[in-house]
C-alpha cells in the first residue's frame, strides 16, 4: 500500500503493547531490505531519514525510492524524517511526500520548543502526516548529533505532561537514561520515568539509542509504552561488515552485485530479528486493514 501516516501505525502498537522497528537507510539497498525484511514477517516498518542522507541523496530521489518499494507493500510502510532540526528542511519533508517527521528542539528552552513543535505540528496536520517531538536531549552522537555527556538530563515527566497536552503527538521521544551511538557502559535506563511519562501523556513513546540495549531491556520499555524503537549503529555495523566479510570470503571477486546481494541479505536478517524482538511480526496485514 502506499506510504502511511505514523499515528495510526503507533496507536495500535501502544494499545497491542508492540514496538515498530524505525532504521536509519544508508542507500536505496538499505530500504529496499527494510520493505522486504516487513513484507516477509508481514510487520510494518519505519524508514526514518537522517538530515545528513537527505542532504546527500536530496528529498527527491528518496521520497521517488520510498514510493516505489511502498507502493504494492501489503504492509505498512512509513516514511520518517528523524531528528529534524532545520524547519525549512522539515517544511520540503513535508511536501516530498514523507509521512511522518520528527521535530527535535530539545535543545531549545521549553517554550520554544513548545511553538517550534506547534508550528510543525500544524504544517503535518494540513498534510495528514503524524508528527515526533523531544524534551530531554539524548546523549551521545547520531549522524551530525552529538549531545555531551555532561549536558544530558532526565526529561521532567511534569514538562513532558505540559508538552503532550498543548499538542496532537504521534510519538514522543524522552531522555530516560538511553544514548545513540555504541553504548561505553551498560545504560541506566529509567524503567519508572517511563511508565510515569506514558502514563500523564498517553503518547506513544519514541525510544532512541536502541543499538545495544538487552533483550530484557527492550521488553520491559515496550511493556511500559515505548512504541517506536529506533536502530541506526547497528544496522552501519551490519552495512559495512557484511561487505568486508564477503571480500574476506571471495578474495579477487569485483563483481559489485555480488557484494551488494550479500549486504542486501545480512541487512534484511538484522531488521526480521528486530522487528521480531519487538513483537511487530504477524501484525501488518492487520494494521493496513484497520487503517484502510
Not at 508481514?42 to 516505489?68: C, F, N
Not at 519533508?93 to 500544524?122: H, Y
Not at 553504548?183 to 541506566?188: A, D, Q, S, T, V
Request: contains cysteine; negative net charge; charged residues 20%.
Amino acid at each position: 500500500m502506499p506510504l502511511v501516516s505514523l499515528e495510526p501505525v503507533l496507536k495500535t502498537a501502544l494499545r497491542e503493547k508492540f514496538a515498530v522497528a524505525a532504521f536509519n537507510p544508508v542507500d536505496y539497498g538499505s530500504m529496499k531490505a527494510m520493505v522486504r525484511a516487513a513484507e516477509e514477517i508481514d510487520a510494518p516498518v519505519i524508514i526514518q531519514s537522517s538530515a545528513k542522507t537527505i542532504r546527500y541523496y536530496g528529498h527527491t530521489a528518496l521520497a521517488g525510492w520510498m514510493r516505489e518499494l511502498a507502493a504494492d507493500s501489503p504492509v505498512p510502510v512509513v516514511l520518517h524524517l528523524d531528528h529534524g532540526k532545520d524547519m525549512d528542511m522539515i517544511r520540503r519533508c513535508i511536501d516530498s511526500g514523507w509521512t511522518s517527521v520528527m521535530i527535535d528542539a530539545s535543545d531549545k528552552p521549553f517554550e520554544e520548543n513548545l511553538a517550534l513543535t506547534r508550528q510543525v505540528v500544524a504544517w503535518a496536520e494540513q498534510a495528514g502526516i503524524g508528527v515526533e517531538a523531544e524534551i530531554g536531549e539524548i546523549g551521545g552522537v547520531e549522524e551530525d548529533l552529538v549531545v555531551d555527556e555532561a549536558s544530558v538530563m532526565l526529561t521532567d515527566p511534569e514538562e513532558a505532561q505540559r508538552f503532550c497536552q498543548a499538542l496532537n503527538l504521534s510519538a514522543f521521544a524522552a531522555q530516560i537514561g538511553t544514548a545513540h551511538g555504541n553504548y561505553k557502559r551498560e545504560p541506566k535506563v529509567a524503567f519508572e520515568l517511563i511508565a510515569e511519562i506514558n502514563r500523564r501523556t498517553q503518547t506513544p513513546m519514541a525510544l532512541h539509542g536502541g543499538t545495544g540495549l538487552s533483550e530484557a531491556t527492550f521488553k520491559r520499555c515496550i511493556d511500559l509504552g515505548c512504541a517506536k524503537i529506533n536502530i541506526s549503529t547497528h544496522l552501519k555495523h551490519v552495512f559495512i561488515d557484511s561487505f568486508v566479510a564477503h571480500q574476506a570470503a571471495h578474495p579477487g571477486n569485483y563483481e559489485p552485485l555480488s557484494y551488494l546481494t550479500a549486504q542486501f541479505e545480512a541487512l534484511k536478517e538484522l531488521f526480521k530479528a528486530k522487528m521480531t524482538l519487538f513483537g511487530g511480526a504477524g501484525k501488518g496485514a492487520a494494521l493496513v486493514a484497520s487503517i484502510n
